[in-house]
């Protein structure tokens, strides 16, 4: 069965540091998705960004990154130069397979992500 | 250009009623998608409808469970003699299966607080 964890639970950082919320997930499928989406105080779910198991390249949006490593089975995401509306809970989630039947998120706990200007 | 919505946002119910909360999905979406968040247990999967296909009900916690899509469009999930430990936030998401996979569109919630 496939299983997202965030071992950070909460992560409290002064405004204008780097900060790197963790995502280790388990699967036994070889196709599967993951998936990162941000949960402000608002509580709306935003996403964020998704890859694919074939697809092993980092990837750079603004000050957002994300490093998807196979062998370790992480997909790390990275707030460069955190700024205070970067407060939120941040979820990773995973998707297993590529067919019709294979649609649910399994989604890790969360981490509680505090920019502290 | 709506997103997906939810009513009510907010629901108070007394221990052993039944409720219903509506989720109305972004237009063209097949696919709809239940999920609960609580506090301790983060997102927990529901159910999902596909178009006119049988729904997958294996994330459903109990019998007092259900919930219906009428017309592919607007999804009811119904409670019945709720718990105490049914109070979460019920959130709602569509997505479009003709696109990429699995990117799933989330609405507002329902906050379920029963008393």
């Known amino acids: 069965a496939q299983k997202v964890t965030q071992a950070q639970t909460e992560i409290s950082v002064v405004e204008k540091e780097d900060v790197t919320l963790d995502c280790v997930y388990e699967?036994?499928?070889?196709?599967?998705?993951l998936f990162w989406y941000k949960q402000p105080p608002s509580g709306e779910l935003v996403f964020l960004i998704r890859?694919?198991?074939?697809?092993?390249q980092n990837e750079i949006s603004g000050r957002y990154s994300w490093n998807f490593q196979k062998s370790t089975s992480s997909f790390n995401f990275t707030i460069t130069a955190s700024q205070v509306v970067d407060s939120a809970v941040y979820f990773c989630?995973?998707?297993?397979?590529?067919?019709?039947?294979?649609?649910?998120?399994?989604f890790g706990k969360g981490t509680k992500l505090s920019v502290i200007p | 250009g709506a997103g997906v919505s939810q009513s009510p946002s907010n629901k108070v119910t007394e221990k052993g009623k039944d409720v219903e909360l509506r989720c109305d999905p972004i237009?063209?979406?097949?696919?709809l998608y239940w999920y609960r968040q609580s506090l301790g247990q983060g997102l927990e999967f529901l159910i999902y409808?596909?178009?006119?296909?049988?729904?997958?009900k294996s994330g459903l916690p109990s019998d007092r469970f259900s919930a219906e899509r009428t017309g592919g469009s607007v999804s009811t999930l119904t409670i019945q003699r709720t718990q105490q430990e049914d109070s979460a936030v019920y959130l709602c998401a569509s997505s479009y299966l003709g696109g990429t996979p699995g990117e799933q569109f989330f609405g507002p919630g329902t906050r379920l607080t029963v008393l």
């Open positions: 989630a995973l998707r297993e397979g590529s067919g019709a039947g294979s649609y649910q998120l399994t």
């Open positions: 409808f596909q178009g006119n296909s049988a729904p997958d």
């Open positions: 890859r694919n198991s074939f697809d092993e």
């Open positions: 237009s063209g979406h097949t696919a």
């Open positions: 699967t036994r499928d070889t196709t599967y998705y």
